[in-house]
């Protein structure tokens, strides 16, 4: 959490409020936030550029500045807040912006795993650390079934694992995960070099189809995302195994389950998913 639906939610509702602001200021709380340079040299770059444009690749942030592409990746908790008090700073606010007209965009992170990158805009985005490692948008063409086989031949890895790794598909988190593959019906814990072509069409049309939906519904509120002024996701009544163990399958009134993939909790229906 949160995965590519509520970024893409934050990406928009920020679109709508900071585009044009000024930078006064940069306060930063806890410094490990800040990747790559010093924090002194990440605050003084930033002083008196603008945000252009806001721009989603994978689960990151690009939020493009006059002479700069900063990048941001909420992590587990990461939230974005935009208010008109500069001066009031909630608990678990590690990085403030002050703009010239007095308000602020703030980042609160209860586990403090969110990142911030600082790149000059000469760079070519694709090549960094950050995104070099990406497989393609959801909606690519170049995310089909030739590219999954070969991203996926002979390797024994769990397909969950695989799907999580971010190279076969960018933007997929624990939550979509679990319900493409059940929507596919395929066992989360299947080695990804087992599965035929037409399982592989399976898991591009239900991760399209999903994801399509839950951006609709602003993404999924599950403990404590919001993308800002209380703006939470209501994909969580559409979700058919994630969160629902012992509950019914909803296609075939099985238990669902819940166990244990590359280390994160994975609901599944037994009979449903082979």
């Known amino acids: 959490m949160p995965e590519l639906p509520e970024v893409e939610t934050v990406k928009k509702t920020l679109k ?9 200021d940069v306060l930063v709380h806890h410094e490990k ?35 700069y592409f900063l990048l941001s990746h909420l992590r587990m908790e990461g939230k974005f807040f935009y208010n008109e ?14 703009f010239e007209n007095g308000t602020t965009l703030k980042y609160e992170d ?25 497989g393609p948008e959801p909606w690519d063409k170049s995310f089909n079934v030739d590219a999954v086989a ?3 031949h002979w390797k024994k890895m769990p397909i969950k694992s695989m799907l999580l790794s971010q ?38 049309y239900h991760t399209r189809k999903i994801l399509e939906k839950a951006i609709e519904f602003k993404g999924t509120t599950i403990r404590s995302f919001t993308s800002n002024h209380g703006i939470n996701g209501e994909f969580q009544q559409f979700l058919q195994v994630h969160t629902k163990k012992d509950d019914p399958c909803p296609s075939c009134c ?9 280390g994160r909790g994975t609901y599944f229906c037994p009979v449903c998913q082979t």
Do not use: C, W
Request: aromatic fraction near 8%.
């Open 150 to 152: 070969k991203q996926l």
């Open 33 to 67: 936030m800040i990747k790559d340079i010093p924090v002194a040299i990440f605050k003084k770059q930033l002083l008196g550029q603008h945000f252009i444009d806001i721009e989603r690749r994978g689960k990151y942030l690009i939020f493009q500045l006059d002479d």
């Open 167 to 204: 190279k076969v598909v960018a933007g997929l988190g624990n939550i979509y995960v679990d319900e493409v593959l059940f929507a596919s019906g395929i066992h989360p814990n299947r080695p990804s070099g087992e599965l035929s072509r037409e399982e592989m069409e399976k898991i591009i």
């Open 110 to 134: 209860v586990r403090k795993f969110g990142t911030f990158h600082l790149y000059e805009k000469n760079i070519d985005l694709k090549t960094t650390n950050s995104l070099a490692i990406l």
């Open 85 to 98: 008090d500069e001066f009031a700073r909630p608990k678990h606010t590690h990085v403030e912006f002050l």
């Open 254 to 262: 099985d238990t669902i389950l819940k166990i244990k993939v590359g």
């Open 16 to 24: 709508s409020q900071i585009i044009g602001q000024k930078i006064k």
